[in-house]
Nanobody, 124 residues
Framework: QVHLVESGGGLVQPGGSLRLSCAAS????????MGWYRQAPGKERDWVAT??????????DSVKGRFTISRDNGDNAKNTVYLQMSSLKPEDTAVYYCKANIRTGWSTRSDDYWGQGTQVTVSS
């Protein structure tokens, strides 16, 4: 069984910073790429950033230079991905979801698993 638990959302003023965390865990799993997505009210879920198992990051243009994604591989049973957000703008307001690509047990394929989401509100 796979668990993704997010934390770190909240209310912040424009120009401020927040750090999101997402811990992916389970027995007999192997975790590959991890990433962050966000969904603002009335809009589709958008990609924010991803990071490979080896630590190579990629960012959406809208957050490049302001957000930093990182991960702690820990052990095979638990990996944690972080999103350090700086110079936050009101348009960054959204529910942020983490996603992890995970292979379980003896399966020959991997699947995407999602966290429960955490609200980030940027407002004065």
């Amino acid at each position: 069984q796979v668990h993704l638990v997010e934390s770190g959302g909240g209310l912040v003023q424009p120009g401020g910073s927040l750090r999101l965390s997402c811990a992916a865990s389970g027995s007999g799993i192997r975790i590959y790429g991890m990433g962050w997505y966000r969904q603002a009210p009335g809009k589709e879920r958008d990609w924010v950033a991803t990071i490979t198992r080896g630590g190579s990051p990629n960012y959406a243009d809208s957050v490049k230079g302001r957000f930093t994604i990182s991960r702690d591989n820990g052990d095979n049973a638990k990996n944690t991905v972080y999103l350090q957000m700086s110079s936050l703008k009101p348009e960054d307001t959204a529910v942020y979801y983490c996603k992890a690509n995970i292979r379980t047990g003896w399966s020959t394929r991997s699947d995407d698993y999602w966290g429960q989401g955490t609200q980030v509100t940027v407002s004065s």
